[in-house]
């Protein structure tokens, strides 16, 4: 099972991740209730698309833009689709 841990908190986990540019992709439905609030956020990728993000909030502490993913991804990275990733201090393993 990988989990992603924030805050002494674990916000996602599932056995089910897609592994892309070493970055676990969580099936949205994994992640736990409540704790991913859409970000403005938007960047690019060649090949994936336009990342869109969203600020992760537990134990009382949010962490702004702490989490991303793919509305509509390239083909390359179709895959990914419905899923999130984590980073800026988010542990997943």
Same mark, same amino acid.
């Given at each position: 099972?990988?989990? /992603? +841990? ?5 916000? /996602?986990?599932? @056995?089910?991740?897609? &592994? +892309? #540019? ?6 949205? #439905?994994? =992640? *736990?209730? !409540? +704790?991913?609030?859409?970000?403005? &956020?938007?960047? !690019?990728?060649?090949? %994936?698309?336009? /990342? @869109? $993000? $969203? ?5 009382? %502490? *949010? @962490?702004?833009?702490? /989490?991303? $993913? $793919?509305? #509509? ?5 179709? #895959?990914? %689709?419905?899923? =999130?990733?984590?980073?800026? !201090?988010?542990? +997943? !393993?």
């Amino acid at each position: 099972m990988v989990k /992603a +841990v924030w805050n002494d908190t674990v916000i /996602a986990e599932s @056995n089910a991740t897609i &592994i +892309v #540019e070493n970055n676990h992709y969580f099936p949205l #439905e994994s =992640v *736990t209730a !409540g +704790v991913l609030t859409p970000s403005m &956020i938007t960047s !690019g990728c060649p090949w %994936k698309g336009t /990342a @869109n $993000y $969203y600020s992760v909030t537990a134990n009382g %502490k *949010t @962490n702004p833009d702490a /989490a991303w $993913y $793919y509305a #509509e991804p390239k083909a390359a990275a179709a #895959e990914i %689709k419905g899923r =999130v990733a984590f980073w800026k !201090g988010v542990k +997943v !393993g």
